[in-house]
């Protein structure tokens, strides 16, 4: 029996609903949840990646703002320009969308740390990660947690499932391990350059983050298997995953698609930090 392919765009609809109902409550109490995208260059790609985040605040009632930095902007204006934010009671969010134009490359880590961890809705602060890591209140990495709430949604009893994580990067495979072990799972993390077959083989979740195309077939999967991908590889003028969609749904049980998997709750789930993060400055949380 084919894989069930598993609708992500309705399982952020319903998250969209669930926000948008808070996000009215939080309103009536005079607090509207209020972002800062901060987009440097003119990268087509982010451009648009800006413009769909902000969209989907506005979807919720929230308020979004975009500040468009040049291509040339420098190091001191980009953190200024944070600095003003991290100052701004009615801004309760901030994001720099990634990646920086090519001669802030080597100060990413700088910018990232330059935001409030209290408004770091994308939650790559080293005191969210860190956070994380203790278990104490933050931020989780919006697709790290988009792939758990799918799980979630699923109805998938996580404990004691084995779950292979292929892919290590502080986004999505270190905190997806930690988000997974919370749950009671026995997670396996492997290194997307080792031999990860013997690993998937065995596993009833595989999250993907393989950083290639195509990259996990059938063969590699245990039947029956869920199976998220977390990958976008532009090929043929196409978005297609890091699994091999067509061989891996003819051996797993359920499998997201790329794209209509993991993308659409990535960005509901950095709406949800955003809700969070005005409750949380409100007391409400
Ligand atoms: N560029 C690609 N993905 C992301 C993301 O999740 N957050 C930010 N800030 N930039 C990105």
Not at 34 to 40: F, P, Q, V
Not at 251 to 264: D, H, K, M, Q
């Amino acid at each position: 029996m084919p894989a069930v392919k598993i609708d992500g765009k309705a399982m952020a609809e319903e998250i969209r609903q669930e926000l948008a109902r808070e996000v009215d409550e939080i309103k009536k109490k005079g607090i509207t949840p209020a972002m800062a995208l901060i987009l440097a260059g003119d990268a087509q790609d982010s451009a648009l990646y800006v413009r769909n985040k902000a969209k989907a605040g506005e979807g919720v009632g929230a308020y979004a703002e975009i500040h468009h930095l040049s291509g040339e902007t420098t190091l001191e204006e980009l953190l200024g320009l944070i600095e003003k934010l991290n100052l701004d009671d009615k801004i309760h969010g901030i994001l720099v969308q990634l990646p920086l134009p090519p001669h802030l490359h080597e100060h990413e880590k700088k910018v990232m740390s330059a935001i409030l961890p209290e408004k770091d809705i994308d939650a790559f602060h080293p005191v969210n990660i860190g956070n994380l890591l203790i278990g104490d209140r933050c931020f989780r990495g919006v697709t790290a947690h988009a792939c758990v709430k799918i799980l979630e949604k699923l109805g998938v009893e996580l404990k004691d499932k084995h779950a292979v994580v292929v892919g290590w990067s502080i986004e999505i495979g270190k905190p997806v391990t930690q988000m997974l072990f919370e749950k009671g799972c026995a997670v396996t993390m492997v290194h997307p350059e080792a031999g990860f077959t013997p690993f998937t083989k065995q596993a009833d979740i595989v999250i993907a983050e393989v950083g290639r195309p195509r990259a996990i077939t059938g063969e590699m999967l245990k039947p029956g298997a869920i199976v998220i991908d977390t990958g976008a590889n532009w090929v043929d003028g196409k978005s297609v995953g890091d699994v091999d969609y067509e061989s891996a749904a003819g051996v797993a049980g359920y499998i997201t698609p790329v794209p209509g998997g993991v993308g659409p709750m990535r960005i509901i789930m950095l709406i949800a930090n955003l809700v969070q993060a005005a409750k949380q400055k409100a007391g409400l949380s």
